[in-house]
């Protein structure tokens, strides 16, 4: 196994992707949105964070979380919110999934994979462009035409706010590295 360590700086903004296990698509069913609802409130509680941006798409969700300047533990964060879905959720899901031996033997049920990705955001042009590949990744799986179409995102706070353009998706350009991260 690699010696893979992450980059804990307090006060971080961090680009998280977490794929549903074996990419099961529930997350955006009703009861997959409520419970991912309640466990980041439930988890903020304790451990607060803010959310920048979010998509949620059927078998996984990008993140971009900033932490308090004090705190670096985003790792906490996601274990905590993962567990919440799993522990209040899990059987409400219905996910007819096996279990392997490896994932009972660590107490691991069946919705989420073992880990997540993340990337620590460098400065303002990372973190602009993080926010246009979250609110642009439903388009690349063929979920909608354009962003502004997809229901589970951050995309329309953003045109509210004035962020972006309400015409915004018509400016992508295909070729532009936002495909690329």
Avoid at 47 to 59: C, G, K, N, R, S
Avoid at 78 to 107: C, F, N, P, Q
Avoid at 125 to 133: E, R, V
Wanted: net charge positive; aromatic share 14%.
């Amino acid at each position: 196994m690699s010696n893979y360590r992450r980059p804990y700086v307090n006060g971080g903004t961090y680009f998280i992707t977490q794929v549903t296990y074996q990419r099961q698509p529930w997350l955006c069913s009703e009861i997959g949105r409520v419970a991912m609802r309640e466990a980041i409130q439930h988890v903020r509680q304790q451990y607060p964070f803010e959310i920048d941006a979010i998509v949620l798409l059927p078998d996984h969700f990008h993140a971009l979380l900033t932490l308090p300047v004090d705190d670096s533990n985003f790792s906490l964060r996601m274990r905590l919110i993962k567990r919440y879905v799993t522990r209040y959720y899990g059987a409400k899901l219905e996910i007819d999934l096996g279990i392997s031996e490896s994932r009972i033997a660590r107490k691991e049920r069946n919705l989420w994979q073992r880990r997540f990705w993340e990337h620590l955001i460098r400065d303002e042009t990372d973190f602009a462009n993080h926010c246009d590949y979250i609110h642009y990744n439903p388009v690349r799986h063929g979920l909608c035409d354009r962003p502004q179409g997809w229901a589970f995102s951050r995309i329309h706070r953003f045109v509210r706010s004035g962020i972006y353009p309400s015409n915004w998706s018509n400016e992508i350009d295909l070729n532009d590295p936002i495909e690329d991260l």
